[in-house]
């Protein structure tokens, strides 16, 4: 699962850098218009202005025809990479032999062989959650933020007993999971932003993504999902880092397709 995290991250890092660049060249595109208008009295007639205009549309037309279809490429590796995630997270994570050899397999003919030989601390995604606020250290979930930047951890399905968001919890911070527990821990952190404790929408998008990284995720439009403080997350025992249902502080339904 790591590994197709990893390579999702960095497929989508091509993807923004090349949007990035295809901004950058409309911007000297009109750069370069304005210029034009500006030479025009260099050319000796209107028909040695015209053949240079044409082209210069047609150097850009290949250009843009170019950026066009990379990005058409990326775009559809990342929806091979997605699927593939998809089908890895169906089975909690733990897929049986044969899938899981033809999952490395597709992960090398999709261009991301060079993950597998490398060290986990080298990876581009690992290096970017150093940099991210709310991030525990060793945290290895996903990270997202709510409209008022208030950070909201996402563990792994089945990692209840994962020490460092429990660790992390303080104060006012509250965890969301779905009713049957069949779903990642979710931890909506507004210990961190002053004012944010009392936020319905803040609350909510932790729900929705409670909801979304849950086994139903895919199959329900909404997903009931309980929410409670680190009082009420097990200790010890064979339940610890669940949640109490009996003791929770409330319930929100949650809306996957919200994310």
């Not at 995630?85 to 032999?97: A, I, M």
């Not at 062989?113 to 970017?128: E, N, V």
């Not at 993504?209 to 997350?233: F, N, Q």
């Amino acid at each position: 699962m790591e590994v197709l995290d990893e390579a999702l991250f960095r497929q989508q890092s091509a993807i923004e850098a090349l949007d990035r660049e295809v901004e950058r060249k409309k911007m000297e595109e009109t750069d370069n218009q304005l210029a034009t208008l500006n030479t025009t009295v260099a050319y000796s007639n209107k028909l040695e202005l015209e053949t240079a205009e044409r082209e210069s549309r047609g150097g850009k037309r290949k250009k843009i025809s170019c950026v066009e279809a990379r990005r058409r490429e990326l775009c559809d590796i990342d929806l091979r990479l997605q699927d593939l995630r998809s089908t890895f997270e169906r089975t909690n994570g733990q897929p049986p032999q044969d899938k899981l050899q033809q999952a490395k397999q597709q992960t090398i003919d999709l261009g991301y062989g060079s993950i597998l030989r490398q060290p986990q601390s080298s990876w581009k995604s690992t290096k970017a959650r150093c940099k991210e606020f709310g991030r525990p250290l060793g945290f290895d979930g996903d990270i997202f933020y709510s409209h008022l930047g208030v950070p909201i951890l996402v563990g792994r399905i089945k990692a209840h007993k994962d020490e460092v968001m429990r660790n992390a919890a303080q104060g006012s911070d509250l965890w969301f999971q779905v009713e049957d527990l069949n779903g990642a821990r979710v931890l909506l952190r507004t210990s961190l932003l002053r004012g944010t404790a009392g936020s319905k929408q803040c609350r909510q998008m932790a729900a929705d993504l409670a909801a979304k990284y849950s086994v139903w995720g895919e199959e329900y439009d909404s997903i009931p999902v309980m929410y409670t403080d680190s009082r009420k997350v097990a200790k010890r025992g064979s339940r610890i880092g669940n949640m109490k249902k009996s003791k929770s502080l409330g319930r929100i339904m949650g809306y996957p397709q919200n994310i």
